[in-house]
């Protein structure tokens, strides 16, 4: 057995909906802009871009159950913390190089997650021209529910995305506005990068993206995929 100088992390894991087993993450990709009316509020053109993507880490993913309020510590070094409401998608079977017409079957499930953002230090690396880790990547900034199998769900193409803040809606599209549909976004990514079990992805998010102050109460619902509550503390 493997001496470490130090106890390694434990893995990082999500519970499955209906199973006493989690789903182990590796890696954590999120696609940028992939519904056009968030594309335009962002002040880009949704037809001319392909797909691009950023990571965070794996321990960034911030597990909250079914049924409970989850909460997200308002982060330091920002004063503009905004949500993005996104279907998340989980991935059983690697590969790189994935045709389009393969790729549900990579598929493990899918979730119900918050990519949340530190805005003005994500805005401050677009004019810039820097990374973006600073913005994205910070600790719980991945809010998620359980992961709910493709043997249960199958693979949902169309459903209302909404997210409201204390009982107010800010955001509502629909999983059939993406621009990138789920087949294309991981074939494209698994060409650039080879896909492993336990890699997540996060799918993009709609238009109304806005920031939070602490004691807010998110409320995000995902039509055939299910609800996550998350208070900001
Ligand atoms: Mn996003």
């Keep these: 057995m493997t001496e470490f100088v130090f106890a390694p992390p434990a893995p990082h894991g999500v519970p499955v909906r209906g199973s006493s087993a989690q789903f182990p993450v590796r890696r954590v990709y999120c696609v940028g802009r992939n519904y056009a009316a968030h594309a335009r509020e962002m002040g880009s053109d949704p037809d001319r871009e392909p797909p691009f993507f950023f990571c965070k880490p794996a321990d960034a993913v911030s597990y909250v159950a079914d049924g409970t309020e989850g909460t997200f510590p308002y982060p330091q070094g920002t004063s503009n913390c905004h949500y993005e ?92 506005d993406l621009i990138w549909s789920v087949p294309e976004m991981v074939s494209y990514l698994s060409k650039l990068f080879e896909l492993q079990p336990g890699d997540l992805i996060y799918s993009g998010t709609p238009e109304g993206v806005g920031p939070v102050v602490k004691g807010d109460v998110m409320l995000c619902k995902i039509e055939g995929v299910g609800e996550l509550t998350v208070k900001v503390v």
């Design 85 to 176: 409401v996104e279907l998340v998608v989980a991935i059983g079977k690697g590969g790189k190089g994935i045709a389009e017409a393969d790729a549900a079957s990579h598929v493990f499930g899918y979730a119900l997650g918050l990519d949340m953002t530190r805005r003005d230090l994500q805005n401050e690396s677009k004019k810039t021209g820097r990374p973006w880790e600073t913005g994205k990547a910070f600790d719980k900034s991945a809010p998620i529910g359980p992961i709910v199998p493709v043997s249960v769900i199958g693979h949902p193409q169309k459903g209302a995305v909404t997210l409201a803040v204390n009982g107010v809606e800010k955001q509502r599209g629909d999983l059939s």
